[in-house]
Each structure stands twice: as C-alpha cells, then as structure tokens.
C-alpha cells in the first residue's frame, strides 16, 4: 500500500514538474527565468471561477428595534452650516446718531473719520427737506423692480441728471450700491471672456467678477508696469484673442489703499492691447476734479474713451443706491439682463431725491471740494510723521490710508496691533477711526491697515485733535510691542 501511494506521489510530482519545465510555462522577466508561469495563472482564474460563483453574505432582514433607533439617534452629529470660529468675531462700535463728522458712540461725543460723508452731506437741511417733500408724495418703498411697475418719475429724473452731469448719453439707477459692481460685470463679461483687473479691487468688484466666470487675471496693485506685461502676455499667447470680449478693471481712489488710479496710462494700453475699461467712482465721484466730477475730470480724459463707469451714491451724495452711466447701448442692456436691476426692488424714491438735491449741492456750492481738498492736505501733511506708521494713500486722496511700518509677518497680527491703536484712539481721545477688516470671502491682496475717511465738515481742530491722538497712542502700542 506505502509502495503504491509513494508511486502516486511521484508520478503525480513528475507530471507537475514535466508542466512547469513546458515551453509554454516558462516566462523570462527582466532577464531571469520564471518556470510555472502558465500553471499560477491556471490556478489563481479557477480560484476566482470560485469565489465569483459563491453567493455573498448577506445580513438578514430585520427592522431596527426601537432601543437601537434611540441609539442611533443619540451617536448623530449632524455637520454645522459654518465652520467654527477660532476667535471672538469683530464687533464694530454702534453709532447713536447720524453718521456726520461727529457722531454718537456709548451716549459720548467722537470725532468721526469712519464714514465716507465726504461733502458732509449727512444731515443737510436741503437733503432733509427733499426727504420729506418725497416721504409725502411716494411713501417709503416701491414695492416692485424697475420692469415691473417699480419705475417712479423720481428714478427716470435723477438718470437724467447724472447723465448730464457727467456729460454721458444715459445712466442707470441701481437699488444698491454694492449691486452696481456685482450685476454690471456679470451683465457684459461671460464665461470665456478675458478680464484684467487690479490685485486690489473691494469686493464687490470680485464677487462680480466671481459671478462672471470669465477668465480673471490679475496684476500688482495700481503697478502700470505690471499692467503692461499682463496684457502683452494675454494677447501674445491666445490665438482666439480677437473672438473674445476682454476687460481691464480698476477703481478709481481704491478703497483698500486709497491710492489713485493713473487713468491717463490705463487709456494708453486700453487702446493698444484693444481692451475695454470698467471704471468704479464710488470714492471719487464728487470728490476728485475741479467740479467734482470724478478722476475722469481729474485727469483730463474725456468721460467717451471709458466704456463702462459705476459709482457708490452712499459716499459723497450720502443717498443710496448705486448708478451705472455711459453709451445708450450700454445702458439698454443693462435693463435687460442685469440682475440687481431686474430682479430687485427699485430704490426708495426719497433716496433718488435726495441723490438729486446732493448733485444741486455739489453744483451750487464748489466751496466745498475746496474745504475737503484742505482737509486732505492738512491731515496727510499731519500724519506723515506718524510713529510706526506710514501713508500709503495718495496726497489728493479722500481716503488716508496708513499702514504699519514693519509688519510682523502675519496678517492677524498686523490686524490685532491696528485694532488696538483705533480702540484706545476711540477711548482716550474719542476719534473714530476704522481698520480695514476683511471677511474670509474677501481675496484682497494688499496688507491691512486703518483708513481715515476725510470730509469737508471736518473742522481743523476735528483733523487736529485726529493727528495727535494717532501719533500718541501708536507710540504707545507700537512702542511696547517692539
């Protein structure tokens, strides 16, 4: 019987070894001989021949007990709407009063360098009046967009003022200012279309460049140099550049540095790379030229060689709302396919008469573009000297932006110094001054830093008793700190 299996078990071996000696068995892999290669691959299909024909585990079929739902319901976390806050969130000082060159804080009196009133419109009688005379006559709301039954004579009376004022064939009243931004550059820039736009735009500007889904580029803040290369290298390097609607967008006073756009250059490359130019005025228009008719004005090019020009009316007109103004064909289109236009309710009609009365103002009184160009210049020249701080802002600027002198290296850090300079500025000396505070969908890349906004209601001892208090308290922050 030993004999018998023993010859079993050589025959078997001889067979087995006779296969993997086979031609057809051996296989050569980097240069080494591999013997058995068929048999293996023989042997690994039956096993998976096997484990495909078995039937897969299947759990049976009960309902959940009542104890076990409980359970389950208890282990459930659900995922929260937000992410969680690392820190306290910012909580701005409440304003009791009219945000004029002085306002209200905690039941005290303080200087107010916060608010963009820069005619110091805020409260004017005449506004006042044209508030109530049209609170009598419209009521408070329009209930309705402009295309449907929110058109009120009052709307079509101020497009037909701002158009003449600025000297352009149309405008465009929007409900909201931030609207403008957002809705004029989705309403011409598609997906596809090119725009150019600078680094530090606010951020209406970038949700509406957002909202566009065109092809962003952007380059160095208010750097023509840079500007230059950018559009060279766009349209040296795209074939399909002259199928495609492109864009240069900027601001006029930027309102993250408060620097001023060279407008004069930007026309020069807008006409030889063949681009179009939108132009934000919210913080020059009435501010900026010898009849405060923006940075077009100011630097001598006329109104027709911009394509697109939009403007904040909650600045130096102190009203709300928004206007877009330019060529008929401009303006059309805006009515059409504009979102913050179409699909929002018109602007109260006091605040149309009020934005009226402002340009009356303006118009009748240039005195006061004299007193906020000294204003400027006096503060400027006050806090160049700053301690620790430096100006970045330009000279005619309405808004003085200063910045630290050596950063820490972290932008929180940087923001947490700054917060403490305006706080004690706000409590030892009652001046209020804001830092500019971002929020986590603002992709501004400029560092951070505390914006004065100057009006012609200042008062040399309100610009005065500004320059001192800064000078004093960053002495003392920035003084401990380093």
């Not at 023993?6 to 993997?20: I, S």
């Not at 484990?51 to 079929?61: A, E, G, V």
């Not at 179009?276 to 100011?298: A, M, P, Q």
């Amino acid at each position: 019987m030993a004999e018998a299996v023993m010859n079993f078990l050589n025959t078997t071996l001889g067979w087995v070894t006779g296969a993997l000696d086979m031609p057809s068995a051996r296989a050569q892999v980097f240069g080494f001989q591999i013997g058995g290669h068929l048999f293996i691959e023989v042997f690994l299909l039956v096993v998976i021949l096997f484990l495909l024909s078995q039937k897969s585990y299947k759990p049976p079929k009960r309902p959940l007990t009542n104890k076990e739902i409980d359970e389950l319901c208890d282990e459930w976390v659900p995922e929260p709407l937000i992410p969680s806050l690392n820190e306290e969130p910012y909580e701005p000082p409440v304003l009791e009063s009219a945000a004029g060159p002085h306002t209200v804080i905690n039941g005290k009196e303080v200087v107010n360098f916060s608010s963009a009133n820069y005619l110091g419109l805020v409260g004017h009688k005449k506004l006042l009046d044209s508030c109530s005379s049209a609170l009598d006559k419209y009521g408070v709301g329009s209930c309705g967009p402009r295309g449907f039954y929110g058109t009120i004579d009052v709307h079509l009376d101020f497009e037909a003022r701002i158009a003449k004022f600025l000297g352009t064939p149309d405008s465009i009243l929007y409900p909201f200012g931030f609207s403008t931004m957002f809705s004029a550059i989705p309403a011409f820039s598609k997906k596809g279309d090119i725009i150019v736009a600078d680094e530090g735009v606010h951020w209406a500007i970038q949700n509406g460049l957002y909202l566009s889904r065109s092809t962003v580029v952007y380059f160095k803040h208010n750097d023509m140099k840079s500007l230059r290369e950018t559009l060279e290298n766009i349209t040296s390097k795209n074939k399909r550049i002259d199928k495609l609607r492109r864009y240069i967008v900027v601001e006029a006073v930027y309102q993250n540095s408060g620097q001023i756009a060279p407008l004069d250059e930007i026309i020069k490359l807008k006409e030889k790379y063949k681009f179009r130019v939108l132009l934000d005025e919210s913080n020059s228009f009435g501010v900026l030229g010898k009849s405060g008719r923006g940075l077009t004005e100011y630097s001598g090019v006329p109104i027709e060689e911009l394509d697109i020009v939009t403007a904040d009316m909650g600045h130096a007109l102190a009203a709300e709302g928004g206007f877009c103004t330019g060529s008929t064909r401009v303006i059309d289109h805006q009515r059409l396919s504009s979102s913050g236009y179409v699909f929002s309710a018109s602007l109260p009609p006091y605040l149309a008469s009020a934005a009226i009365t402002a340009i009356d103002i303006l118009e009748e009184n240039p005195e006061l573009l004299s007193k906020l160009k000294n204003n400027i210049s006096v503060l400027w020249k006050e806090l160049s000297k700053i301690p620790g701080l430096k100006i970045t802002s330009s000279k005619e600027s309405p808004i003085v932006y200063l910045r630290l002198e050596k950063s820490t290296g972290s932008q929180k850090d940087d923001l947490c110094l700054l917060e403490k300079i305006a706080q004690r500025a706000l409590e030892e000396d009652s001046v209020f001054v804001v830092v500019s505070h971002r929020s986590t969908l603002d992709k501004c890349r400029l560092p951070v830093g505390i914006r004065l906004f100057v009006s012609a209601g200042h008062s040399e001892s309100d610009l005065w008793r500004a320059s001192e208090s800064l000078k004093k308290v960053s002495a003392q922050v920035l003084g401990g700190h380093n």
